[in-house]
């Protein structure tokens, strides 16, 4: 009987130990994959912000001024000074 409990008690005591010994390497593992997530998320975002920016820069550059100026919702004073300013921005070579 007694050693029947020894026997179990040693088995129990050995998956301690073991599940104490894989645990710092199961921990690393899933910081090792969470970083790459991380990694690949964030280099989603910048291509998309990427390709956001060039269409913004496609149709700043197609606009004229006017309707540059316009689409902000300035005054009319405010939007007579844009335009001054970027046909100002525009004759500088």
Do not use: H
């Amino acid at each position: 009987m007694i050693a029947l409990l020894l026997r179990y008690w040693q088995v129990g005591a050995g998956m301690i130990a073991g599940a104490l010994m894989v645990t710092p390497f199961v921990y690393l593992y899933s910081e090792s994959i969470t970083r790459k997530v991380v990694a690949v998320e964030t280099l989603q975002k910048t291509i998309k912000i990427i390709n956001d920016r060039s269409i913004i820069n496609d149709q700043i550059t197609s606009d004229d001024a006017s309707s540059l100026c316009s689409s902000l919702g300035l005054s009319d004073a405010d939007s007579i000074e844009c335009l001054r300013r970027v046909q100002q921005t525009d004759a500088k070579p």
